[in-house]
């Protein structure tokens, strides 16, 4: 608490003020900050406490502005088990946006398609998800003041904020599934085996963030909702190998339907 508590005051005195929604930017898909009037915008390595992104698409800053006429903060960059941080490191962001007053969450990453029914360029909301990540943000010690113990997980995302982003997609004429999220810990792709393993208990796409951002958001009580950009086909029996390169190139196609909906979504809450 004392190393939040620290990171949010440094924050409201570079005019952090109040904002009402918090922004996680996934792989690719930094460039919703072009959309947004900059207030302030910090480098990871400036604040206290926060880790420093490592991988090589994400931009590292921490942006405080206005987004369709709302006060937000976003992630342009986050931060991922596989780069050598515990949970509690990569959800540390998530618990300072809460205290710095965020209302609601909106996350992205880029995914796998594993429902064949799905193709790359599409995007899907997460209705549920599947954690095999083998650490979890809550272990250790609870601290009361940011949630009880055992949380509850049977709506992990927020039915409201999934109706808005359903409609919001409607509106701006963008295809969006809806399905099941497994999160892995990374960083390499799967093999065919675990595709079929992973299509065969249940999930729609694959990726490695996300979950542990959405477990702390339900442990504060913050309302969070998700979307994935599909950025390849895990089709295991006409699996191509997939550069970092393609995927790229994809999510910066794709996001701009992604940047259509949350400019939707904000203007809506």
């Known amino acids: 608490m004392e190393q939040i508590n620290k990171t949010v005051e440094y924050l409201v005195k ?14 690719g898909l930094g460039n919703l900050v072009t959309a947004i009037d900059i207030k302030v915008e910090i480098g990871y390595e400036d604040i206290p406490n926060f880790p420093v992104s490592t991988v090589e698409s994400h931009k590292g800053k921490l942006i405080y502005g206005e987004f369709e006429g709302k ?17 509690s490191e990569v959800t540390f962001p998530i618990r300072v946006m809460k205290l710095l007053g965020v209302k609601n969450l909106l996350i992205s990453n880029a995914a796998g398609a594993i ?17 095999l990540l083998p650490e979890n943000p809550l272990r250790g010690k609870n601290i009361e003041e940011l949630g009880p113990r055992f949380p ?23 295809v969006l599934h809806e399905g099941v999220y497994v999160s892995v810990p990374g960083p390499n792709m ?8 992973l299509r065969t208990i ?15 958001a339900n442990h504060m009580g913050l309302p969070c909702a998700a979307v994935s950009v599909l950025t390849d ?4 029996d006409n699996l191509k190998a997939v550069s970092l390169n393609e995927i790229l190139e994809i ?3 794709a996001e701009k339907k992604m940047i259509r909906i949350f400019k939707s979504v904000c203007r809506a809450l």
Do not use: W
């Open 14 to 27: 570079e005019g952090f003020v109040e904002p009402v929604i918090g922004i996680v930017l996934g792989t």
């Open 71 to 87: 006060m937000v903060v976003a992630m342009q960059g986050r931060f991922h088990y596989y780069e050598g941080y515990s949970m």
């Open 115 to 131: 429902n064949m029914d799905f193709r790359k360029g599409n995007l899907m909301l997460l209705d549920d998800h599947i954690n």
């Open 152 to 174: 509850d997980m049977s709506q992990p995302y927020d039915r409201d904020l999934n109706s808005i982003i359903i409609k919001s997609a409607i509106e701006e004429n963008v």
């Open 190 to 197: 799967e093999t065919r085996a675990e595709y079929r393993y």
């Open 202 to 216: 249940g999930a729609d796409a694959v990726g490695m963030s996300t979950v542990p951002e959405v477990i702390v």
């Open 233 to 236: 086909e895990c089709d295991p």
């Open 251 to 253: 999510a910066a196609e």
